[in-house]
């Protein structure tokens, strides 16, 4: 089909520039991998926090892999949380509670070399000291004939203001080069 | 700090004569792109579809995995080796179905390219997806087209988001 609409971008001005959505890090893994990647000394100046990525995992007994996060180095079981999947064929749920960390993401594992993940995570109200922090998540990974869509809410049971993030593969032990994984503050 | 959310390009549709919104030329300097649309068919229902390329729209190479809820059921389904997506329903009503697409690091040339979608269609189903383009390209074309015409006043805006 021919394209009767065109716009280029380079002509577009006047964008409007709310100021609101802030770029805090970005960490793009390196060649070898890494067993996680730490977002430290958060600012409490936003409302919101938004974890944006592609990320694979060195997981070999499967093609999908999950990633978990811990806040604040807490290593306890002061987390929980809720999942809807579908994999192609019906649509699951689950929840794990009491556990040492949240999900927040399906990924790639051992599957093709050019196959990633994608997620979003919104972490709300992160730097309140009244109430347990809760996060949402929409991710996927496609593999043309294998994957998962996934939708996540998680809860860490602390009232600490969020200030470190640590993202690790859930089973395997490395997040593999060209994992990019973004922290945004979204200001109230 | 520098902004880091910004729009890149609007397309609000006028007559009826419109079966494809293009975004060419879409800068690289961002990490992710977000496309926003309120559309639907002017003339039945359609099927609206996607595609994303380099240069110009590919008609090879697509996936994607969804699960959808119908009001009364949750399911999910797939589609392999496709020639664009199907990303949601226009029923050809009054109302605008709504899809935002995140388009993930869509610049880079290393990696297949992850979509992930969530389609809004309050006369419907509610969907989400994630949708693979199997290509390392990076990203500056996009393509949206039905086979009817998309009714007027249906809006598509394209967002970037830069990183630090």
Redesign the interface.
Known sequence: ??????????Q?SG????????????VTVGVGGAANVTFSSIPSTYTHLQI???S?TNRTSSSVDSIKVQFNGDTASNYTYHE????????LSDNVTSTSFTVIARTAGNA?T???????CDILDYANNNKYKTHRT????????S???F?NSGLWMSTSAITSIVIAPQTGTLLNQ?S?L?L?GIKG | ?????????T?TVSGGS??????????GSY??LVLVCSGNSNSGTDYPRIRVGNGS?SATGY???????TGTT?????E??QTGFIFATYPATSARVTTIF?I??YS?T???K???M?DNNSAGNVT?????W?S?SAINYI?L?LTNNFVAGSTFT?YG????
């Open positions: 089909m021919t394209p009767i609409l065109g716009i280029m971008a380079s577009i964008h409007l520039e709310t100021g609101a959505y802030e770029s805090i890090s970005t944006r990525g592609i694979k809807l999947i579908g994999n192609g064929a019906s649509a093709n050019n196959f990633f993940g994608a997620f979003t929409l991710s996927g990974v496609d593999l043309n004939g994957g998962a869509l939708f060209y990019s973004a945004y | 700090m520098a902004t880091t959310y910004e729009p890149i390009a397309y419109t079966s494809t919104i293009t975004f060419s030329s879409i800068s990490t992710d729209a996936s994607n995995t969804q699960v959808y809820g949750a399911t999910s389904y797939r392999t080796s995140n993930m690091n880079n290393t990696t297949y992850t979509v992930l969530r989400a997806a994630v949708m693979l199997q390392t393509e087209f394209l988001i830069k990183a630090a």
